[in-house]
């Protein structure tokens, strides 16, 4: 289980950039010099769960989860992992979680193994255990046929796998992926939702950002919806439909961040 506490981060404005004086809607994160990306983020995912955290452009998906895996120190807030605050001890943290961004890169020149067995070491997994691992991963995920192949030499789906595989090399616990599925080709999505599932079948918490609510649907057991930094939603896919008073959930993601959705204003229908 992982729970996220009042998590808030704040940004230096870079001088050149002049958030307040490009005369577009104000955006109440915008304090001059300092930006408030994350205002109090709060919400948890128990062990056997998915939750699919949702937003528009900006809204600070990629910040909690960045704060969350330790890659981001908050400025505020607490991080707690079973119950134990573990704020203080981003080793703890690291050790439990598995972080998979959207940015992650291979080392060109090391083969897959190579590759997977080298992040296993940084987790200082013993050598006996690291090798067995590595096989019945690369089982599980059919990647022996190219596994002695250098990165730069395999396609993207490929390349997913590695990546899903240097995330699970420690065993951990939490599962954290930040869009994963974009830019994927449809057999590389797919190999990652079933990934997914089989991971909650495993009893490991799961959670993910994404802008297909498609996958929310299918997938996840509860939703937290991120707007201008803070989370305005966080429960099951079925209570935030109820709440929003939609059983669309693209129109009930709609009303929730306060826009009107296109269906909305088509038929002129309730805002
Ligand atoms: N290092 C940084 N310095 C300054 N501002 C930042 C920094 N990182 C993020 N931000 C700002 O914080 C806000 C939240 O960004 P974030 O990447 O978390 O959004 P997001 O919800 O993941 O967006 P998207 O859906 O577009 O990926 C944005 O306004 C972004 O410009």
């Known amino acids: 289980m992982i729970e996220a506490i009042g998590l808030e981060k704040t940004f230096k404005?870079?001088?050149?950039?002049?958030t307040k004086d490009r005369g577009e809607v104000a955006d109440p994160r915008d304090q001059g010099k300092l930006f408030h990306a994350l205002r109090g983020i709060s919400f948890k995912c128990e062990k056997g769960r998915v939750l699919g955290m949702v937003g528009p452009?900006?809204?600070?998906?990629?910040?909690?989860?960045?704060?969350?895996?330790?890659?981001?120190?908050?400025?505020?807030?607490r991080i707690m992992i079973d119950g134990e605050d573990?704020?203080?001890?981003?080793?703890?943290?690291?050790?439990?979680?598995?972080?998979?961004?959207?940015?992650?890169?291979?080392?060109?020149?090391?083969?897959?193994?190579?590759?997977?067995?080298?992040?296993?070491?940084?987790?200082?997994?013993p050598q006996a255990e690291l090798v067995?691992?590595?096989?019945?991963?690369?089982?599980?995920?059919?990647?022996?046929?190219?596994?002695?192949e250098r990165n730069d030499r395999l396609s993207t789906g490929m390349k997913q796998k590695v990546n899903i595989v240097r995330t699970l090399i420690h065993d951990p616990s939490i599962l954290i992926f930040d869009e994963p599925t974009t830019g994927l080709d449809i057999m590389s999505v797919q190999v990652l939702l079933e990934f997914i599932a089989d991971s909650k079948r495993q009893q490991r918490t799961v959670i993910f950002s994404t802008h297909s609510l498609h996958e929310v649907?299918?997938?996840?057991?509860?939703?937290?919806?991120?707007?201008q930094g803070v989370s305005k939603f966080h429960g099951t896919v079925p209570e935030f439909k109820r709440l929003q008073g939609s059983q669309d959930l693209t129109q009930a993601f709609m009303k929730a961040i306060g826009a009107a959705a296109p269906l909305d204003r088509l038929e002129g229908g309730a805002a």
Not at 57 to 77: C, H, M
């Open 13 to 18: 404005v870079p001088k050149n950039r002049g």
């Open 132 to 148: 067995e691992r590595v096989d019945k991963l690369f089982d599980r995920f059919g990647m022996h046929g190219y596994a002695n």
């Open 86 to 125: 573990f704020s203080l001890f981003p080793n703890e943290i690291r050790r439990r979680i598995g972080f998979l961004s959207g940015t992650t890169g291979l080392y060109p020149r090391l083969t897959a193994r190579e590759m997977v067995m080298y992040f296993g070491r940084l987790h200082r997994v």
């Open 217 to 227: 649907e299918e997938l996840c057991d509860e939703v937290v919806v991120i707007d």
């Open 57 to 77: 452009n900006g809204a600070g998906k990629t910040t909690t989860l960045r704060v969350l895996s330790t890659a981001l120190k908050p400025t505020a807030g």
